[in-house]
């Protein structure tokens, strides 16, 4: 996730897909193009499986390749969180006004990443937490987005 705008009436944080869903369309398509030839070799099996296989990779890929966009926008009130996919758009609305402060969350126990996923939320006056987005993730990109959320509500 990365800040695109930050002024003192508007905050947009984006993230897109990036070079991940690029490196499964290219596995997708060397894998049909594979599943095709079997297929007209008349390896059906070996064809089926790698056809199977593709379609594997589509669901993956359809399920990584969302755009998340939040907005923070003061003079309107309002926290928009909408994230586009493949199969649809979501998007949720919260008043700027009933928000506290933003801080980051650890994610469950995933293989070899123990602590190490996180994702930035918004907690509101009622102490509930908004998550900014859908997943956890490594690398700074939480804490970076949590920090920049405090700075534009002006939190200590």
Request: contains cysteine.
């Amino acid at each position: 996730m990365k800040i695109t705008h930050s002024s003192p009436d508007r905050l947009e944080i984006g993230a897109s897909p990036g070079g991940l869903l690029w490196s499964l369309y290219a596995i997708l398509i060397g894998l049909s193009l594979l599943g095709l030839m079997l297929l007209s070799k008349q390896l059906w099996l070996l064809g089926g499986i790698v056809v199977v296989t593709a379609c594997v990779f589509v669901v993956v890929a359809a399920d990584l390749g969302r755009t998340i966009q939040i907005t923070f926008d003061r003079p309107n009130d309002l926290l928009t969180v909408r994230i586009v996919g493949f199969f649809g758009t979501r998007s949720t609305t919260h008043p700027v006004s009933g928000l506290v402060r933003a801080a980051t969350r650890v994610g469950g126990a995933t293989s070899g990443y123990v602590g190490k996923t996180k994702r930035a939320v918004v907690v509101t006056t009622d102490d509930r937490e908004i998550p900014l987005n859908d997943y956890f993730e490594t690398g700074p990109g939480a804490e970076t987005v949590a920090a920049a959320v405090n700075t534009w509500l002006d939190v200590s």
